[in-house]
């Protein structure tokens, strides 16, 4: 079948990002988001200040109409009218405390739930743009400081403004001279503001980059504490994290000192122009311009008016704070999402094909995982997609699943661009099962129910039988209710496999698909579980991204992708008979005797005769050598050897895959990945012939089975057969001119 000449026509569309406000705009919206809130909180605060303006005042009518000519009955209208205005006073500020607890949650869950949402339409190039502790830090501070902010506007600097304007016009009433002395002096407040932004902002950034630094380190120590604790890394962790929090204690201490400061100062301002006032203000008095009653009652109106101006001073530092963390909110919030999940249709049943015509798509720009690629995957029986690390088999898969569109071209299925068909009608008819199945916090049953959240009791269980599990479940003790914890961690590999089969199997997809479905796992349940896939397969299209060709092999359908491009397609046997890049993967991932379980493993002498650096040994040789090597299992995450150490050990891998590791010239530069290597690749050669030190690091990217050969061991077959030192100084020596050219 031939996809349709208009399948392609629809553009790449993309979505606008979320237009994140600016700090007033925020504050504006969240006024007309909440009215009755914010006007609780504003008339609380006004309520405020005119009982302290009215007590402020009560000072000369107290001194110069009740005391100074004894009236008591002045003296009970002026304590009456008090206590009944401060008894209005505290309703209106229990209704405006409630108001502003409603109002600061209402912004916290709106602003949590924006993130969310926008989180939940990315790809995985956000993720690789902000990481776990980044984005754990927008929501634990970030946004936190956005709340501050606005409720510090209204509770602060809206009411400590209306405040300064009531007591300054109060004040000129009383005695303008006085009020003009106090006006010129009230500037000052303001100029440690002026001083110190710029360092508060810095600060602030720096800060909040710690803290992601942290909240990233202890994810990964809560993840990976089983390598950890193996691999004896609790020292290195610790050292890792007592050197970020206390570079975040360093920044926090001098952002904390700075904030102070910013407090600190205004009131020592104040301090100093409350005295300018009682002095210029008892000269008055002593000439008569003032009387006590009214130079007591300028005083506290002016303490009042003080207050309101240092609350203008002291709600700035939150505007700071909250301008950088909405700098970092917007980061993320502008992140435009890289697939329109509105299509204009639904996608019709998925009966025969699914296509990739001319796509291009590209990570990062400039170096592209695939190149025009036009690829044809029949929807009939297994279909494999096989190729060395790096050729794209993965991106295929992201692309087929609409994780991410290509920046050129089409995926089609049947004929229809994904691109014009609503998402959801896609996800429908699909369903996926990944290397590292993660199950949630729930029941098995729930987990299975994830596939078809509206499945019975009865097609769970059919589910769970057709991916081999229903039996293994019923056998524990609480069955299809047994809790998950931890993402699987009390439920073995195959187990969590096996659910999450069942888990994709519930959907009753049009296709199926599998990214590296089994190869985290050990032998025997590989190949258990590899069986349990390729039964389904007689009944449902399946897809399947793979590097163990020994599964791909009994597939009906195999794609070899290489370099982003399509090289080969066939049945095994039609690959083999080619000889091409497959033949050559086929052949480095054979001679290896596993032993049951996987815990062990051989490698056949015919299988090192095929490496170039041990070609045209005689067999006896090779049978000794073979004898030579030691299986050595590997968790993933652990090093197997460091860039500059010593070399003493020559490794094949036996299963399982590594990335390999070139540190950056400069010193304390990061080091960057060069390499991945999988079954049947080998590293460490020229440790062989020299403690040469080591060119690269490699790390384990899965659970490994690696056989290593000494130099100790080695050596001595050196006199015995001189000629496997003659091939492998020829080798050596040929590979490192290619390198020097």
């Known amino acids: 079948m031939s996809v349709k000449p208009s399948a392609c026509g629809g553009k790449n569309r993309r979505k606008r990002g979320v237009r994140c406000m600016g700090l007033w705009k ?47 009955e002045a003296l009970a209208i002026i304590v009456g009218a008090l206590i009944l205005l401060g008894t209005l006073n505290v309703a209106a500020g229990l209704a405006g405390d409630y108001a502003g607890a409603r109002l600061g949650t209402r912004l916290l ?89 710029k360092r508060s902002m810095t600060l602030n950034g720096s800060y909040l980059l710690e803290l992601e630094r942290f909240n990233g380190m202890l994810d990964e120590n809560i993840k990976a504490f089983p390598v950890i604790r193996a691999f004896n890394l609790r ?40 005295a300018v006032i009682l002095a210029y203000g008892g000269w008055l008095t002593f000439d008569g311009w003032l009387t006590i009653g009214e130079f007591i009652a300028f005083n506290s109106v002016f303490a009042t008016a003080g207050q309101s101006v240092f609350g203008v001073t002291a709600a700035l530092p939150y505007y700071l704070t909250a301008r950088t963390s909405l700098e970092r909110l917007r980061q993320a919030l502008d992140w435009q999402p890289e697939v329109d999940e509105q299509g204009e249709r639904e996608l019709p049943p998925i009966r025969s094909l699914l296509s990739l015509r001319a796509v291009t798509f590209a990570y990062e720009p400039g170096t592209p995982a695939l190149k025009s690629i036009t690829v044809d995957i029949p929807l009939r029986g297994c279909t494999s997609i096989v190729g060395p690390s790096g050729s794209g088999k993965s991106t295929v898969l992201q692309l087929l699943l609409r994780f991410a569109d290509p920046q050129d071209g089409c995926v089609a299925y049947d004929g229809h661009d994904v691109r014009e068909v609503r998402y959801d009608s896609l996800l429908r008819q ?45 056998g524990l003790r609480d069955g299809y209710a047994t ?42 349940t590989e190949r258990a579980v590899s069986e349990t896939i390729l039964s389904l397969g007689r009944s449902r299209p399946i897809v399947s991204v793979t590097h163990r060709l020994a599964y791909a092999a009994q597939s009906d359908f195999i794609l070899v992708l290489d370099r982003g491009t399509l090289a080969e397609q066939g ?28 815990a062990g493993a051989q490698v056949e002498p015919e299988r090192l005769g095929r490496l170039p650096f041990f070609r045209g040994i005689e067999r006896t040789a090779l049978e000794r050598l073979a004898a030579l090597f030691v299986a050595e299992p590997f968790a993933p995450g652990a090093t197997v050897v460091e860039q500059g150490d010593s070399g003493d050990k020559f490794y094949l891998i036996a299963r399982g895959k590594v990335d390999v590791f070139v540190a950056a010239a400069a010193a304390g530069g990061s080091r960057r990945k060069v390499a991945t290597l999988e079954d049947g690749d080998h590293f460490g050669e020229i440790a062989l012939m020299a403690h040469i030190p080591r060119t690269a690091t490699v790390v384990t990217a899965t659970s490994c089975l690696l056989l290593s050969l000494s130099y100790d061991h080695f050596h001595p077959l050196l006199e015995q057969y001189p000629a496997i030192r003659k091939t492998l100084e020829s080798s050596l020596e040929s590979r490192m001119r290619g390198r020097e050219s």
């Open 571 to 598: 049945t095994h046997e039609q690959l083999l008979a080619q000889d091409g890049l497959y033949r050559r993967m086929w052949d480095k991932q054979q001679g290896f005797v596993l032993t049951p379980g996987g």
């Open 26 to 72: 925020i504050i504006a919206a969240a006024a007309r988001s909440s009215p009755l809130f914010v006007s609780l909180l504003m008339a609380a605060g006004l309520c405020d200040l005119l009982f302290s303006y009215l007590t402020s005042l009560s000072f000369q009518y107290l001194l110069d109409r009740a005391l100074l000519p004894r009236s008591g």
């Open 109 to 197: 869950l709106d602003y949590r739930l924006r993130l969310f949402k926008h989180m939940q339409l990315q790809s995985k190039r956000f993720y690789d743009r902000f990481g776990i502790g980044d984005l754990l830090a927008r929501y634990s501070d970030d946004i936190p400081a956005l709340q501050a902010a606005v409720l510090q506007t209204f509770r602060g600097l809206f009411l400590s403004a209306a405040g300064a304007l009531i007591g300054l016009s109060i004040l000129l009433t009383m005695e303008w001279r006085l009020t003009l002395a106090a006006l010129v002096g009230a500037l000052v407040l303001f100029l440690p503001y002026r001083l110190l932004k």
């Open 483 to 524: 809790i998950v914890r931890n993402y699987g961690d009390n439920l073995s590999g195959g187990q969590r496999q096996r659910i999450a089969l069942a888990r994709a199997l519930v959907r009753e997809p049009g296709v199926l698909f599998l990214d590296e479905a089994t190869s985290a796992l050990d032998p025997d």
């Open 430 to 474: 699909t369903a996926v099962v990944f290397q590292d199945s993660v199950l949630l916090h729930g029941t098995i049953r729930d987990n299975i129910a994830v596939g078809k959240p509206d499945a019975t009791d009865a097609e769970i269980e059919a589910a769970a039988r057709a991916a081999g599990v229903h039996e293994t479940i019923a």
């Open 235 to 274: 020292g290195r962790m610790l050292a890792r994290v007592e050197e970020v929090l206390g570079t975040m204690a360093r920044i926090g201490a001098s952002r904390n000192f700075v904030a102070a400061n910013m407090t600190r100062l205004p009131y020592l301002a104040m301090s100093i122009l409350t």
